[in-house]
Protein backbone atom coordinates (compact mmCIF):
# COMPACT_ATOMS: atom_id res chain seq x y z
CA UNK A 1 0.00 0.00 0.00
CA UNK A 2 1.48 3.31 -1.03
CA UNK A 3 1.16 5.69 1.93
CA UNK A 4 0.26 9.36 0.41
CA UNK A 5 1.26 12.64 1.29
CA UNK A 6 -0.45 14.16 4.09
CA UNK A 7 -1.51 17.34 5.59
CA UNK A 8 0.56 16.14 8.71
CA UNK A 9 3.41 15.92 6.64
CA UNK A 10 2.72 18.87 5.56
CA UNK A 11 2.92 20.40 8.67
CA UNK A 12 6.54 19.02 8.63
CA UNK A 13 7.86 21.73 6.13
CA UNK A 14 8.43 25.45 6.93
CA UNK A 15 5.42 27.68 6.76
CA UNK A 16 7.34 29.32 3.72
CA UNK A 17 8.20 26.09 2.09
CA UNK A 18 4.06 25.42 2.68
CA UNK A 19 3.04 28.47 0.81
CA UNK A 20 5.10 28.22 -2.30
CA UNK A 21 3.63 24.72 -2.96
CA UNK A 22 -0.18 25.64 -2.48
CA UNK A 23 0.56 29.15 -4.19
CA UNK A 24 1.13 26.66 -7.38
CA UNK A 25 -2.18 25.17 -7.39
CA UNK A 26 -5.39 26.46 -9.21
CA UNK A 27 -8.54 27.27 -7.56
CA UNK A 28 -9.86 23.78 -8.57
CA UNK A 29 -6.95 21.51 -7.47
CA UNK A 30 -7.19 23.77 -3.92
CA UNK A 31 -10.60 22.53 -3.72
CA UNK A 32 -10.02 18.89 -4.73
CA UNK A 33 -7.23 18.66 -1.78
CA UNK A 34 -9.46 20.18 0.76
CA UNK A 35 -11.79 17.51 -0.09
CA UNK A 36 -8.93 14.82 -0.15
CA UNK A 37 -9.39 12.47 2.39
CA UNK A 38 -6.52 10.72 1.57
CA UNK A 39 -4.37 13.75 2.77
CA UNK A 40 -6.20 14.87 5.63
CA UNK A 41 -6.98 11.39 7.20
CA UNK A 42 -4.29 9.94 10.08
CA UNK A 43 -3.32 6.47 9.57
CA UNK A 44 -5.97 5.30 12.03
CA UNK A 45 -8.81 6.91 9.92
CA UNK A 46 -8.05 5.16 6.80
CA UNK A 47 -9.66 1.69 5.68
CA UNK A 48 -7.72 -1.00 7.01
CA UNK A 49 -6.08 -4.09 4.46
CA UNK A 50 -6.78 -7.43 5.11
CA UNK A 51 -10.21 -9.53 5.10
CA UNK A 52 -12.38 -8.14 7.64
CA UNK A 53 -16.22 -8.00 7.68
CA UNK A 54 -16.39 -5.56 10.31
CA UNK A 55 -13.98 -2.43 11.05
CA UNK A 56 -15.46 -1.18 14.71
CA UNK A 57 -13.95 2.52 15.26
CA UNK A 58 -13.87 2.38 19.04
CA UNK A 59 -13.20 6.09 19.81
CA UNK A 60 -13.62 8.36 22.75
CA UNK A 61 -15.24 11.71 22.00
CA UNK A 62 -13.77 14.22 19.18
CA UNK A 63 -11.82 11.38 17.54
CA UNK A 64 -13.04 12.35 14.15
CA UNK A 65 -14.95 8.62 13.70
CA UNK A 66 -18.21 10.49 12.29
CA UNK A 67 -15.86 12.02 9.62
CA UNK A 68 -14.03 8.44 9.26
CA UNK A 69 -17.46 6.89 8.96
CA UNK A 70 -18.68 9.44 5.83
CA UNK A 71 -15.45 9.17 4.26
CA UNK A 72 -15.44 5.54 4.37
CA UNK A 73 -18.83 5.16 3.32
CA UNK A 74 -18.11 8.18 0.10
CA UNK A 75 -14.86 6.31 -0.20
CA UNK A 76 -16.52 2.82 -1.30
CA UNK A 77 -19.36 5.11 -3.35
CA UNK A 78 -16.33 6.51 -5.90
CA UNK A 79 -15.11 2.91 -5.79
CA UNK A 80 -18.17 1.54 -7.12
CA UNK A 81 -20.45 0.80 -4.02
CA UNK A 82 -23.86 1.14 -5.81
CA UNK A 83 -26.55 0.52 -2.37
CA UNK A 84 -25.33 1.43 1.39
CA UNK A 85 -27.18 1.58 4.61
CA UNK A 86 -26.27 3.90 6.85
CA UNK A 87 -28.32 3.50 10.58
CA UNK A 88 -28.36 5.98 13.70
CA UNK A 89 -29.41 6.01 17.25
CA UNK A 90 -32.40 8.38 15.88
CA UNK A 91 -34.11 10.08 13.00
CA UNK A 92 -33.00 13.56 14.06
CA UNK A 93 -29.02 11.87 14.94
CA UNK A 94 -29.50 10.91 11.08
CA UNK A 95 -29.95 14.51 9.58
CA UNK A 96 -28.46 16.34 12.25
CA UNK A 97 -25.14 14.65 12.07
CA UNK A 98 -24.97 12.22 9.36
CA UNK A 99 -26.23 14.72 6.99
CA UNK A 100 -26.09 17.78 7.91
CA UNK A 101 -23.44 17.70 10.58
CA UNK A 102 -19.78 19.22 10.28
CA UNK A 103 -18.72 15.47 9.72
CA UNK A 104 -21.48 14.83 7.99
CA UNK A 105 -22.30 13.79 4.18
CA UNK A 106 -23.40 17.33 3.09
CA UNK A 107 -19.84 18.96 4.19
CA UNK A 108 -17.52 16.48 3.20
CA UNK A 109 -18.74 15.11 -0.70
CA UNK A 110 -17.18 17.40 -3.21
CA UNK A 111 -18.44 19.05 -6.56
CA UNK A 112 -15.78 17.14 -8.20
CA UNK A 113 -16.37 13.62 -7.33
CA UNK A 114 -15.58 11.01 -10.13
CA UNK A 115 -16.20 7.26 -9.64
CA UNK A 116 -13.41 4.92 -10.09
CA UNK A 117 -14.75 4.33 -13.39
CA UNK A 118 -14.48 8.18 -15.15
CA UNK A 119 -18.12 8.72 -14.48
CA UNK A 120 -18.67 11.87 -13.10
CA UNK A 121 -21.14 12.24 -10.45
CA UNK A 122 -20.42 15.56 -8.08
CA UNK A 123 -21.98 16.26 -5.28
CA UNK A 124 -24.88 14.18 -4.09
CA UNK A 125 -28.57 14.94 -3.68
CA UNK A 126 -30.07 14.28 -0.39
CA UNK A 127 -33.83 13.27 -0.22
CA UNK A 128 -35.35 13.68 2.94
CA UNK A 129 -38.72 12.16 2.33
CA UNK A 130 -37.39 8.76 1.81
CA UNK A 131 -34.21 9.25 4.04
CA UNK A 132 -31.97 8.71 0.98
CA UNK A 133 -28.65 10.32 -0.50
CA UNK A 134 -28.38 10.22 -4.01
CA UNK A 135 -25.13 10.25 -6.67
CA UNK A 136 -26.61 10.78 -10.18
CA UNK A 137 -24.35 10.80 -13.32
CA UNK A 138 -23.28 14.14 -14.73
CA UNK A 139 -25.57 15.45 -11.41
CA UNK A 140 -28.35 14.60 -13.96
CA UNK A 141 -30.93 15.27 -10.96
CA UNK A 142 -34.24 15.06 -12.99
CA UNK A 143 -33.64 11.68 -14.08
CA UNK A 144 -33.82 9.16 -11.80
CA UNK A 145 -32.26 6.24 -14.34
CA UNK A 146 -28.94 8.69 -13.31
CA UNK A 147 -28.89 7.46 -9.95
CA UNK A 148 -26.04 5.96 -10.11
CA UNK A 149 -25.69 5.22 -5.98
CA UNK A 150 -27.84 5.10 -3.18
CA UNK A 151 -27.57 5.24 0.83
CA UNK A 152 -30.32 4.71 2.43
CA UNK A 153 -30.67 6.20 6.39
CA UNK A 154 -32.51 4.29 9.09
CA UNK A 155 -32.86 4.64 12.66
CA UNK A 156 -31.92 2.29 15.57
CA UNK A 157 -35.78 3.37 16.58
CA UNK A 158 -37.34 1.85 13.85
CA UNK A 159 -35.44 -2.17 12.95
CA UNK A 160 -38.40 -3.16 10.93
CA UNK A 161 -37.71 -0.82 8.39
CA UNK A 162 -34.60 -3.10 7.46
CA UNK A 163 -37.03 -6.03 6.60
CA UNK A 164 -37.03 -6.16 2.99
CA UNK A 165 -33.77 -3.99 0.94
CA UNK A 166 -30.45 -5.27 0.55
CA UNK A 167 -27.13 -3.69 0.27
CA UNK A 168 -23.39 -4.23 -0.23
CA UNK A 169 -22.25 -2.39 2.76
CA UNK A 170 -23.28 -0.69 5.77
CA UNK A 171 -22.30 2.34 8.62
CA UNK A 172 -23.36 2.04 11.66
CA UNK A 173 -23.26 5.13 13.85
CA UNK A 174 -22.81 5.31 17.64
CA UNK A 175 -23.97 1.99 17.94
CA UNK A 176 -23.48 2.01 21.62
CA UNK A 177 -26.06 4.72 22.10
CA UNK A 178 -28.95 2.27 19.78
CA UNK A 179 -32.36 2.36 21.98
CA UNK A 180 -32.91 -1.32 20.14
CA UNK A 181 -29.65 -2.46 19.29
CA UNK A 182 -29.59 -6.14 19.12
CA UNK A 183 -33.08 -6.26 17.14
CA UNK A 184 -31.68 -3.08 14.44
CA UNK A 185 -28.09 -4.91 14.43
CA UNK A 186 -29.98 -9.02 13.26
CA UNK A 187 -31.95 -7.14 11.20
CA UNK A 188 -29.29 -5.00 9.20
CA UNK A 189 -27.54 -8.11 8.77
CA UNK A 190 -30.00 -9.82 6.60
CA UNK A 191 -29.82 -7.01 3.99
CA UNK A 192 -25.95 -7.04 4.03
CA UNK A 193 -26.03 -10.10 0.86
CA UNK A 194 -25.18 -7.74 -2.24
CA UNK A 195 -21.96 -8.72 -3.80
CA UNK A 196 -19.75 -6.16 -5.45
CA UNK A 197 -16.29 -6.22 -6.87
CA UNK A 198 -15.85 -3.14 -4.92
CA UNK A 199 -15.64 -4.96 -1.78
CA UNK A 200 -14.20 -8.23 -2.39
CA UNK A 201 -17.45 -10.47 -3.04
CA UNK A 202 -17.89 -9.14 0.90
CA UNK A 203 -20.24 -7.08 2.55
CA UNK A 204 -18.51 -5.22 4.82
CA UNK A 205 -20.01 -3.02 7.83
CA UNK A 206 -18.08 -0.03 9.78
CA UNK A 207 -19.04 0.74 13.37
CA UNK A 208 -18.04 3.81 14.92
CA UNK A 209 -18.85 4.42 18.28
CA UNK A 210 -17.73 6.02 22.03
CA UNK A 211 -18.48 2.75 23.50
CA UNK A 212 -21.01 1.70 26.22
CA UNK A 213 -20.52 -1.63 27.94
CA UNK A 214 -23.86 -3.64 26.36
CA UNK A 215 -23.76 -7.23 25.15
CA UNK A 216 -23.79 -6.32 21.76
CA UNK A 217 -20.83 -4.13 22.19
CA UNK A 218 -18.86 -6.93 24.15
CA UNK A 219 -20.18 -9.49 21.59
CA UNK A 220 -19.17 -7.93 18.29
CA UNK A 221 -15.59 -6.33 19.68
CA UNK A 222 -14.74 -10.02 19.90
CA UNK A 223 -16.11 -11.79 17.28
CA UNK A 224 -13.91 -13.31 14.50
CA UNK A 225 -13.85 -11.17 11.46
CA UNK A 226 -13.52 -7.81 13.63
CA UNK A 227 -10.71 -5.05 13.09
CA UNK A 228 -10.87 -3.06 16.06
CA UNK A 229 -9.52 -0.01 16.01
CA UNK A 230 -9.53 2.06 19.33
CA UNK A 231 -8.37 6.01 20.34
CA UNK A 232 -8.63 8.38 22.39
CA UNK A 233 -9.80 12.38 22.09
CA UNK A 234 -6.52 13.26 22.11
CA UNK A 235 -5.64 11.62 19.31
CA UNK A 236 -7.27 14.21 17.42
CA UNK A 237 -6.24 17.43 19.49
CA UNK A 238 -4.60 19.10 16.56
CA UNK A 239 -8.22 19.90 15.49
CA UNK A 240 -9.98 20.51 18.93
CA UNK A 241 -9.82 23.49 21.08
CA UNK A 242 -7.41 23.79 23.49
CA UNK A 243 -9.67 24.95 26.07
CA UNK A 244 -11.99 22.03 25.27
CA UNK A 245 -8.96 19.45 26.28
CA UNK A 246 -7.61 21.38 29.31
CA UNK A 247 -11.61 21.37 30.62
CA UNK A 248 -12.40 17.82 30.26
CA UNK A 249 -9.06 16.94 30.65
CA UNK A 250 -9.09 18.45 34.14
CA UNK A 251 -13.16 17.35 34.66
CA UNK A 252 -12.83 13.53 33.89
CA UNK A 253 -9.16 12.77 33.68
CA UNK A 254 -9.10 9.34 36.34
CA UNK A 255 -12.67 9.00 37.04
CA UNK A 256 -14.78 6.16 35.20
CA UNK A 257 -17.11 8.27 32.82
CA UNK A 258 -13.49 9.82 31.46
CA UNK A 259 -11.86 6.56 30.41
CA UNK A 260 -15.16 6.09 28.75
CA UNK A 261 -15.68 9.06 26.77
CA UNK A 262 -12.31 10.37 26.03
CA UNK A 263 -9.86 7.00 25.98
CA UNK A 264 -12.44 4.60 24.82
CA UNK A 265 -12.22 1.78 27.37
CA UNK A 266 -14.78 -1.16 26.80
CA UNK A 267 -15.64 -1.09 30.84
CA UNK A 268 -16.94 -4.15 31.96
CA UNK A 269 -17.26 -3.46 35.97
CA UNK A 270 -16.29 -1.56 38.91
CA UNK A 271 -13.75 -3.72 40.93
CA UNK A 272 -16.23 -3.58 44.00
CA UNK A 273 -19.23 -3.59 42.08
CA UNK A 274 -21.78 -6.78 42.63
CA UNK A 275 -22.77 -7.68 39.63
CA UNK A 276 -19.67 -8.62 36.50
CA UNK A 277 -20.36 -8.96 33.08
CA UNK A 278 -19.79 -12.87 32.93
CA UNK A 279 -22.61 -13.05 35.19
CA UNK A 280 -24.85 -10.30 33.08
CA UNK A 281 -24.25 -12.50 29.92
CA UNK A 282 -24.91 -15.85 31.73
CA UNK A 283 -28.13 -15.23 32.58
CA UNK A 284 -29.69 -14.03 29.06
CA UNK A 285 -32.73 -15.41 28.09
CA UNK A 286 -35.09 -15.13 24.67
CA UNK A 287 -38.52 -13.98 25.38
CA UNK A 288 -39.52 -16.79 23.54
CA UNK A 289 -38.23 -19.64 25.59
CA UNK A 290 -39.87 -17.54 28.69
CA UNK A 291 -41.56 -20.59 30.90
CA UNK A 292 -45.18 -19.52 32.34
CA UNK A 293 -44.64 -17.05 35.02
CA UNK A 294 -46.64 -18.21 38.15
CA UNK A 295 -46.24 -14.98 39.51
CA UNK A 296 -45.50 -11.86 38.61
CA UNK A 297 -44.98 -8.21 40.11
CA UNK A 298 -44.27 -4.22 38.95
CA UNK A 299 -41.95 -2.73 41.21
CA UNK A 300 -41.32 0.83 41.79
CA UNK A 301 -38.81 3.31 43.04
CA UNK A 302 -40.28 5.88 42.90
CA UNK A 303 -39.00 10.33 42.21
CA UNK A 304 -41.50 12.59 43.84
CA UNK A 305 -39.95 15.38 41.55
CA UNK A 306 -39.20 15.57 37.06
CA UNK A 307 -36.71 18.63 37.02
CA UNK A 308 -33.65 18.17 35.17
CA UNK A 309 -31.56 17.60 38.43
CA UNK A 310 -34.35 15.08 39.55
CA UNK A 311 -34.16 10.68 39.95
CA UNK A 312 -35.31 8.97 37.60
CA UNK A 313 -38.53 6.33 38.72
CA UNK A 314 -37.48 2.97 38.52
CA UNK A 315 -39.93 0.61 37.08
CA UNK A 316 -38.84 -2.75 36.29
CA UNK A 317 -41.49 -5.52 35.37
CA UNK A 318 -39.99 -9.29 36.67
CA UNK A 319 -42.03 -12.68 37.22
CA UNK A 320 -41.49 -16.28 38.84
CA UNK A 321 -41.72 -19.70 37.20
CA UNK A 322 -42.93 -22.69 39.39
CA UNK A 323 -39.31 -23.80 39.24
CA UNK A 324 -38.09 -20.63 41.48
CA UNK A 325 -36.75 -19.04 38.94
CA UNK A 326 -36.90 -15.21 38.88
CA UNK A 327 -37.12 -13.48 35.34
CA UNK A 328 -36.48 -9.45 34.85
CA UNK A 329 -39.17 -9.11 31.92
CA UNK A 330 -38.52 -5.27 30.97
CA UNK A 331 -37.05 -2.02 32.38
CA UNK A 332 -39.47 0.85 31.86
CA UNK A 333 -37.56 3.67 33.99
CA UNK A 334 -38.09 7.13 33.12
CA UNK A 335 -38.22 10.66 34.62
CA UNK A 336 -41.89 11.68 35.37
CA UNK A 337 -43.92 13.38 37.94
CA UNK A 338 -45.86 11.35 40.08
CA UNK A 339 -49.17 10.63 38.22
CA UNK A 340 -47.35 9.76 35.38
CA UNK A 341 -45.22 6.92 36.90
CA UNK A 342 -48.10 6.15 38.46
CA UNK A 343 -50.03 5.85 35.29
CA UNK A 344 -47.28 3.62 34.10
CA UNK A 345 -47.26 1.34 36.47
CA UNK A 346 -51.08 0.77 36.68
CA UNK A 347 -50.62 0.26 32.80
CA UNK A 348 -47.91 -2.35 33.01
CA UNK A 349 -49.34 -3.89 36.18
CA UNK A 350 -52.31 -4.78 33.94
CA UNK A 351 -50.87 -5.47 30.53
CA UNK A 352 -48.70 -8.27 32.48
CA UNK A 353 -51.05 -9.36 34.24
CA UNK A 354 -49.29 -8.64 37.29
CA UNK A 355 -50.37 -9.85 41.12
CA UNK A 356 -48.96 -6.30 42.85
CA UNK A 357 -47.33 -3.38 42.76
CA UNK A 358 -44.36 -3.31 45.24
CA UNK A 359 -42.75 0.37 45.65
CA UNK A 360 -40.46 1.71 47.98
CA UNK A 361 -41.77 3.52 51.05
CA UNK A 362 -38.68 5.89 51.99
CA UNK A 363 -40.05 8.79 49.96
CA UNK A 364 -43.57 10.02 50.18
CA UNK A 365 -45.04 6.93 51.97
CA UNK A 366 -48.75 8.66 51.82
CA UNK A 367 -48.12 9.84 48.81
CA UNK A 368 -47.36 6.97 46.60
CA UNK A 369 -50.71 4.65 47.73
CA UNK A 370 -52.97 7.64 47.01
CA UNK A 371 -51.65 8.68 43.64
CA UNK A 372 -52.15 4.59 42.75
CA UNK A 373 -55.08 4.64 44.04
CA UNK A 374 -57.00 8.13 42.71
CA UNK A 375 -56.01 6.13 38.93
CA UNK A 376 -57.02 2.62 40.31
CA UNK A 377 -58.53 2.13 43.24
CA UNK A 378 -58.63 -1.51 42.88
CA UNK A 379 -55.04 -1.87 42.58
CA UNK A 380 -53.01 -4.59 44.90
CA UNK A 381 -50.02 -2.78 46.43
CA UNK A 382 -47.45 -3.71 48.67
CA UNK A 383 -45.43 -0.95 50.38
CA UNK A 384 -41.68 -1.99 51.22
CA UNK A 385 -39.22 0.15 53.62
CA UNK A 386 -35.53 0.44 53.13
CA UNK A 387 -34.37 -0.28 57.11
CA UNK A 388 -31.06 -1.76 55.52
CA UNK A 389 -28.29 -0.15 53.60
CA UNK A 390 -28.33 -0.42 49.78
CA UNK A 391 -25.50 -3.04 50.07
CA UNK A 392 -26.90 -5.36 52.62
CA UNK A 393 -30.28 -5.34 49.96
CA UNK A 394 -28.74 -5.54 46.94
CA UNK A 395 -25.83 -8.46 48.37
CA UNK A 396 -28.64 -11.54 48.23
CA UNK A 397 -30.12 -10.39 45.13
CA UNK A 398 -26.02 -10.37 43.75
CA UNK A 399 -25.93 -13.72 45.25
CA UNK A 400 -29.09 -14.75 43.66
CA UNK A 401 -27.49 -14.22 39.83
CA UNK A 402 -24.58 -15.88 40.82
CA UNK A 403 -26.56 -19.48 41.58
CA UNK A 404 -28.70 -18.67 38.14
CA UNK A 405 -30.83 -17.73 40.07
CA UNK A 406 -32.56 -14.54 38.00
CA UNK A 407 -32.61 -14.42 34.16
CA UNK A 408 -32.52 -11.27 32.03
CA UNK A 409 -34.73 -11.37 28.51
CA UNK A 410 -32.95 -10.09 26.04
CA UNK A 411 -35.35 -8.95 23.50
CA UNK A 412 -38.60 -7.64 25.82
CA UNK A 413 -41.92 -7.20 24.53
CA UNK A 414 -41.14 -3.94 24.71
CA UNK A 415 -37.87 -3.10 22.65
CA UNK A 416 -37.52 0.37 24.27
CA UNK A 417 -37.86 -1.40 27.41
CA UNK A 418 -34.17 -3.58 27.04
CA UNK A 419 -32.12 -3.63 30.04
CA UNK A 420 -28.78 -2.53 28.78
CA UNK A 421 -29.00 0.51 31.34
CA UNK A 422 -30.29 -1.55 34.08
CA UNK A 423 -27.31 -4.19 33.54
CA UNK A 424 -24.68 -0.88 33.05
CA UNK A 425 -25.96 0.23 36.65
CA UNK A 426 -25.53 -3.20 37.98
CA UNK A 427 -21.25 -3.72 37.01
CA UNK A 428 -20.44 -0.16 37.74
CA UNK A 429 -22.64 0.36 41.18
CA UNK A 430 -19.95 0.00 44.42
CA UNK A 431 -21.42 -0.66 47.53
CA UNK A 432 -18.22 1.19 49.34
CA UNK A 433 -18.44 3.82 46.81
CA UNK A 434 -19.48 7.99 47.17
CA UNK A 435 -22.85 7.29 44.50
CA UNK A 436 -26.02 6.01 45.29
CA UNK A 437 -27.03 2.95 43.50
CA UNK A 438 -29.41 3.97 40.67
CA UNK A 439 -33.29 3.89 40.61
CA UNK A 440 -33.86 0.79 38.05
CA UNK A 441 -31.35 -1.11 39.83
CA UNK A 442 -32.78 0.01 43.06
CA UNK A 443 -36.85 -1.21 41.40
CA UNK A 444 -35.18 -4.92 39.95
CA UNK A 445 -33.43 -5.60 43.59
CA UNK A 446 -36.80 -4.94 45.15
CA UNK A 447 -38.57 -6.87 42.54
CA UNK A 448 -36.22 -9.74 42.96
CA UNK A 449 -36.34 -9.38 47.05
CA UNK A 450 -40.24 -9.98 46.83
CA UNK A 451 -40.50 -13.01 44.52
CA UNK A 452 -37.44 -14.87 45.50
CA UNK A 453 -36.72 -13.67 49.09
CA UNK A 454 -39.32 -13.25 50.78
CA UNK A 455 -41.19 -17.05 51.11
CA UNK A 456 -43.14 -17.42 48.25
CA UNK A 457 -40.39 -19.93 45.93
CA UNK A 458 -38.20 -20.54 48.83
CA UNK A 459 -37.54 -24.01 48.78
CA UNK A 460 -39.36 -25.68 52.33
CA UNK A 461 -36.71 -26.75 54.97
CA UNK A 462 -37.88 -30.01 56.64
CA UNK A 463 -35.82 -31.37 59.86
CA UNK A 464 -36.05 -34.75 59.56
CA UNK A 465 -35.63 -36.53 63.22
CA UNK A 466 -33.90 -39.83 63.54
CA UNK A 467 -34.64 -42.41 66.42
CA UNK A 468 -33.00 -45.12 68.21
CA UNK A 469 -36.32 -46.52 69.32
CA UNK A 470 -36.90 -49.30 66.29
Not at 175 to 197: G, I, K, P, S, V
Not at 244 to 261: C, I, N
Request: proline share 4%; with cysteine; aromatic share 8%.
Amino acid sequence: MTVPFTARDLKQLPTKKVQEALSQLTKKQLEELNKDWDFWARPEQRIPEGDWLLWWLNCGRGFGKTRTGAETIRKWVMGGMKRIAAVAPTNNDIKKVMINGKSGFLSICSEHDTLADGTYVGFPRWSPTDMTLYWYKNQDYNNKKSIVAKVEFFSSEEPERLRGPEFEAAWCDELAAWTRDEDTWNMLQFCLRLETRANNKRPKVIVTTTPKSTKLVRKLTKASGTHLTVGSTFDNEENLAASYLAKVKEDYEGTRLGRQELYAEILTENDGALWSADMIDACQIDREDLPEMVRKVVSLDPAMSANTESDSTGLIVAGIDAEGIGYILGDYTFKGMPEAWARKAIELYHRFECDRVVYETNQGKDLIPTVLRTIDENIPLKGVHASKSKNARAEPVSALYERGKVKHVRNPEDASANLNELEMQYCTWEPMGKHKSPDRLDAAVWACTELLLKGYSQPKLQLVYSSNNK
